[in-house]
């Protein structure tokens, strides 16, 4: 008998729409993975209302986003994708690891922490218990992998123990996860100040490359990047931040290590470099682009694929729910 493949489980925020920096550090180098790994990859957006969302441009989004998956290549016949809010078992955990969870781990959160000062106005329960809803994503589908960036890294964190915890009371239910340790991909930072990660929801325009955005916008935002005060083109992070997360860029867009693209622009200043990084870009996604468009005029095959892989995740999510349940001495319902 063949063996069974491992199973990978990822998936993004619904909310605003993706960026560059989701691209290249985590959808593109999702494509392939389906031939090593079993894979499931959730719209999650049951994530996204932990901050206030539009009704009409949350249903969007989260089709787009869906959308988006399949327009980069992750193909809805090789890869479970599907929507967090369809499978119920998701909150129905959510709720059980909850109890099994201290507040002392989640008020180490960074992420909480970040969001809770973004959004003084709104720090709602779910802001803070987004890590065990995460938590219940990863474990219902008994994930052995998890590609995340490092901004995600503690949130695995605490899946693993909450998955050991509970295994300490109950005996073998849950996988316990690893971080995905394959290539992963470049770590974008934001353009108009690279101390911070390019990120969906900053409020300046010119701060994050939207895959959406047209070609000229795309090179007009890299024209506008911020550098620093001398001309030279080279790769150190610490005192050159800006240029060397544009070479991080034209790296994962073009191929080209550090040193080549250090011997390209010698003597030629950060103009002719930023132009590069902006066409690379621009070409990079343009036809992902055009396969997003003719996707979006597909409604009959993309609500098939939204069918079929909500079932998929449902059958599989319900078979580790059941087994939970029955540990933790819930009564059987009487169909
Ligand atoms: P999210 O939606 O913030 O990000 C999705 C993925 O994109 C990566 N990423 C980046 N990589 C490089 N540079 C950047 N500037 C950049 N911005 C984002 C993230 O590391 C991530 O891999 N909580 C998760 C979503 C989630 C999830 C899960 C992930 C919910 N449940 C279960 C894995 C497993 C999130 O907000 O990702």
Not at 52 to 77: I, M, S, W
Not at 138 to 152: C, F, M, S
Request: neutral net charge; contains cysteine.
């Amino acid at each position: 008998m063949a063996e069974e493949k491992k199973i990978l489980y990822s998936g993004m925020q619904a909310t605003g729409t993706l960026t560059l920096g989701n691209y290249l550090g985590a959808l593109r180098n999702w494509i392939t993975l389906n031939e090593e790994y079993e894979c499931y990859f959730g719209v999650m957006d049951m994530h996204s209302i932990t901050v206030r969302q539009n009704p009409t441009e949350f249903r969007q989004k989260a089709r787009d986003l869906f959308t988006l998956y399949v327009a980069a290549g992750l193909d809805p016949e090789k890869n479970c994708i599907y929507f967090q809010s369809h499978v119920p078992c998701h909150a129905e955990l959510a709720w059980i690891l909850n109890c099994y969870t201290y507040m002392g781990e989640l008020n180490r959160m960074t992420q909480f922490k970040d969001k809770s000062a973004k959004h003084a106005d709104n720090i709602n329960a779910g802001l803070y218990t987004y890590p065990v809803l995460m938590a219940a994503d990863i474990l219902l589908y008994q994930a052995d992998v998890v590609p995340v960036g490092k901004d995600q890294l503690q949130h695995l964190e605490i899946t693993r123990d909450i998955a050991q915890r509970f295994n300490g009371v109950y005996g073998d239910v849950f996988k316990i996860p690893e971080p995905y340790t394959g290539k992963i991909g470049a770590r974008v930072m934001s353009l108009q100040d690279p101390m911070k990660k390019m990120s969906k929801s900053d409020e300046n325009p010119n701060a994050s490359v939207f895959l959406v955005d047209d070609a000229n916008v795309i090179r007009k935002k890299f024209k506008r990047a911020v550098t620093d005060s001398e001309t030279e083109v080279r790769y150190d992070v610490e005192n050159k931040p800006g240029i060397s997360n544009l070479m991080d860029i034209y790296s994962a867009t073009t191929g080209k290590s550090m040193e080549d693209i250090e011997k390209e622009f010698a003597g030629r200043g950060y103009g002719d470099f930023k132009t590069a990084v902006g066409d690379a870009v621009a070409d990079l996604l343009t036809p992902l682009q055009e396969r997003f468009a003719e996707l979006k005029k597909d409604k009959a095959y993309i609500d098939s694929m939204i069918k079929a892989n909500d079932e998929k995740a449902y059958y599989t999510s319900t078979k580790t729910l059941r087994k939970v349940k029955k540990k933790i001495g819930y009564t059987e319902m009487i169909r």
